[in-house]
């Protein structure tokens, strides 16, 4: 061998060794292999979890509100349908759900909002506001799984301008499974 084949090898030697010492300061070698091997104990201070409660339902049923329910209107006795005799009209415009499940059951949360405008005949007070919803089935029944009439309170000065309200209802169950529809509005009877 001749002295400048010697060189190069010795040089290929040198830098081929400086970069195995340089992957092993990098966290490369033995360390890998270590850590990447599954432990042979089971740790008994890790609790079991269940990500199934996790999981947000493929289901939540759709938001329908019963035609001629969105709005309701209050006068004074005697004075029907007089725009004078008007003490106030509450209107409901916003409606919205989330869905979760829980077991062979879905959770709802709904929310649902709207306004109310005094009339020329308001003198200031609280007006209860009665809404009601219901789970029905979407067959040609209509089965009712879920009714309620909830009363929300809405205080209002004399000459006051419009106040928002809002519903939020939590914990609502159905089961986890299509067919069935939320139907709301005023319920005046």
């Given at each position: 061998m001749d002295f400048l084949s010697t060189v190069k090898t010795v040089s290929l030697v040198?830098?081929?060794g400086l970069g195995l010492t340089a992957c092993g300061m990098m966290g490369g070698g033995d360390e890998l292999e270590t850590t990447a091997q599954a432990p042979t104990k089971k740790n008994e201070n890790v609790p079991d979890v269940d990500f199934s409660v996790f999981n947000v339902s493929s289901f939540?049923?759709?938001?329908?509100p019963l035609n001629g329910t969105t709005i309701i209107r209050s006068y004074q006795r005697g004075k029907q349908d007089d725009p004078k005799g008007l003490?106030?009209?509450?209107?409901?415009?916003?409606?919205?759900?989330?869905?979760?499940?829980a077991q062979a059951q879905a959770s709802m949360k709904l929310g649902l909002a709207g306004r109310v405008t005094p009339g020329p005949a308001w003198k200031g007070g609280e007006v209860i506001l009665p809404i009601r919803v219901a789970i029905v089935t979407t067959d040609e029944d209509e089965k009712t799984v879920y009714s309620n009439l909830f009363k929300v309170p809405v205080t209002l000065g004399e000459g006051s301008p419009s106040e928002g309200w809002a519903l939020v209802e939590e914990g609502i169950t159905?089961?986890?499974?299509?067919?069935?529809k939320v139907i709301f509005g005023f319920d005046e009877r």
């Open positions: 040198a830098v081929l939540c049923p759709r938001l329908e003490r106030y009209q509450a209107t409901l415009v916003k409606w919205a759900r989330t869905c979760s499940d159905l089961p986890d499974e299509p067919g069935y």
